[in-house]
C-alpha cells in the first residue's frame, strides 16, 4: 500500500513536469491558473519565503540595440523577475559616441519601472542623436 | 553658581542647534529625496525624457529628402492647480529636438517667440541705423511644425487619510500646412498623499 502511494505521487510529479503552458507568450498567473501538486495554495507560501530568503529579484536576459529609419538607436531590454512580489526600480541609460564619451542630454534621467512578480519585462530606450553608437544602463532601487 | 549658569547655557544651545535645519544642496542627477505631492523638477525630467524619446522614435521628425523641419512652440496649457511656467517642461523637449539634428526651432512666431526679431524689422524707415544691416522683407521662414500641449491634473480621494493627485502631461506635434497631426502622447504621473498635504 505504501509503496503505491509512493508510486502514485511520482506518477502525478511526472505528469506536472510533463505540463507545458498552452502558449509560451501566454503568461497565466499563481491564483489564476488551476493550481499542481508542485504549485499550490500549501507549497506557495513556502516557496515565496524561500525566494525572499536568497533574494531573488530583476535578471536582464538581452539588450538588444538597432537603429530605426530615421537613423535614432533604439535600445530594448528583456529580462525578467524572478522574485514572487513586484519589483520596482529606476534605471537611466547613458549614450556614448563613437569615441565612447557620454552625449549630454536631458533624456538621460532617472526613469521609473516595474516588474511583476514571476513575469517577464521589457524597456524601451531612444538615443537622443544619431552620433550614439552604444550605451551603458545603471539600475537603482525605486524608493 | 556661575559653573550651573554655564552648563545651562550649552545645554540650551546644544538643543537649539539641533533644532536647526541644514540647507543641502540637491543632487540633481541622482536625487535620492522624497517625492512630494506637487510636480517637482523631477516629474518635469521623467516627463520630458519620455515624451521626446516617443517623438525621436516615431520617426515624425524624420524629413522626406533630408534637411531639418522648422518648428514653433504653440500653446502649452497649465490646467493644474499649481503655479507652473510650462517653459519648464518645453525647454527640454525643445532643447533635444534641436540636439537631434532633425529639427530647428523657430523664434519668430509661436509661444517662443523672441520680440526683438519684429522690432528690429520695425527700425526699416529709422535713419539712426544702416539700413543694408537690417532683414529684408520675406527672409523669415514659417514653421512646418507646430508642437503644443497640455498639463492638467485630478485630485481624486483615495481613502479617508490618503489623497491621489493625476497629472497628465500631453504633447502633439502637427503639419503647420494641413493641419494633420503626426504625433502624439500622453504621460501620467500618479501620487499618493496625505490628505493634509496640498498638491499646489
Not at chain 1, 506518477?11 to 508542485?38: M, Q
Not at chain 1, 536582464?60 to 530594448?76: C, M, P, Q, S, T
Not at chain 2, 541644514?22 to 510636480?39: E, Q, R, S, W, Y
Request: hydrophobic fraction near 40%; charge should be neutral.
Amino acid at each position: 500500500m505504501k509503496a503505491l502511494t509512493l508510486l502514485f505521487i511520482l506518477l502525478v510529479f511526472l505528469a506536472t513536469g510533463c505540463y507545458e503552458p498552452y502558449d509560451s507568450r501566454i503568461h497565466v498567473r499563481d491564483e489564476v491558473k488551476s493550481d499542481s501538486i508542485i504549485d499550490n495554495v500549501v507549497t506557495r507560501p513556502v516557496a515565496k519565503a524561500f525566494s525572499a530568503l536568497i533574494g531573488e529579484g530583476i535578471e536582464v536576459d538581452e539588450a538588444i540595440l538597432r537603429r530605426n529609419e530615421a537613423g535614432i538607436l533604439e535600445l530594448y531590454i528583456n529580462g525578467h523577475n524572478r522574485a514572487y512580489s513586484t519589483r520596482r526600480f529606476r534605471y537611466r541609460v547613458e549614450w556614448l559616441d563613437a569615441d565612447g564619451l557620454v552625449l549630454e542630454t536631458k533624456t538621460s534621467v532617472w526613469l521609473q519601472a516595474s516588474a511583476m512578480g514571476k513575469s517577464p519585462f521589457s524597456l524601451k530606450a531612444v538615443a537622443p542623436r544619431p552620433e550614439a553608437v552604444n550605451f551603458r544602463m545603471d539600475t537603482r532601487k525605486w524608493e | 553658581m556661575r559653573a550651573r549658569t554655564i552648563q545651562i547655557i550649552t545645554l540650551v544651545s546644544i538643543l537649539f542647534t539641533g533644532c536647526e535645519e541644514k540647507t543641502t544642496n540637491i543632487d540633481i542627477t541622482h536625487d535620492d529625496g522624497k517625492p512630494v505631492l506637487a510636480l517637482d523638477y523631477r516629474d518635469f525630467d521623467q516627463a520630458a525624457s519620455t515624451l521626446v524619446q516617443s517623438l525621436l522614435a516615431s520617426g515624425a521628425l524624420k524629413k522626406e529628402g533630408g534637411g531639418r523641419y522648422v518648428v514653433a512652440t504653440g500653446r502649452v496649457v497649465n490646467d493644474t492647480m499649481q503655479r507652473i511656467d510650462t517653459d519648464q517642461l518645453m525647454a527640454k523637449i525643445e532643447e533635444e529636438m534641436l540636439n537631434s539634428g532633425q529639427a530647428v526651432m523657430t523664434s519668430a512666431v509661436g509661444s517662443g517667440t523672441d520680440k526683438l526679431i519684429h522690432e528690429t524689422r520695425e527700425l526699416r524707415d529709422s535713419e539712426e541705423f544702416d539700413q543694408s544691416t537690417i532683414a529684408a522683407r520675406g527672409t523669415l521662414i514659417a514653421p512646418e511644425l507646430t508642437v503644443s500641449g497640455k498639463i492638467f491634473q485630478r485630485n481624486i480621494r483615495y481613502d479617508k487619510k490618503t489623497q491621489q493627485v493625476e497629472y497628465y502631461f500631453q504633447l502633439k506635434l502637427s503639419d503647420a500646412k494641413s493641419g494633420l497631426r503626426f504625433w502624439q502622447k500622453e504621460i501620467i504621473v500618479g501620487k499618493r498623499g496625505s490628505n493634509k498635504s496640498v498638491a499646489w
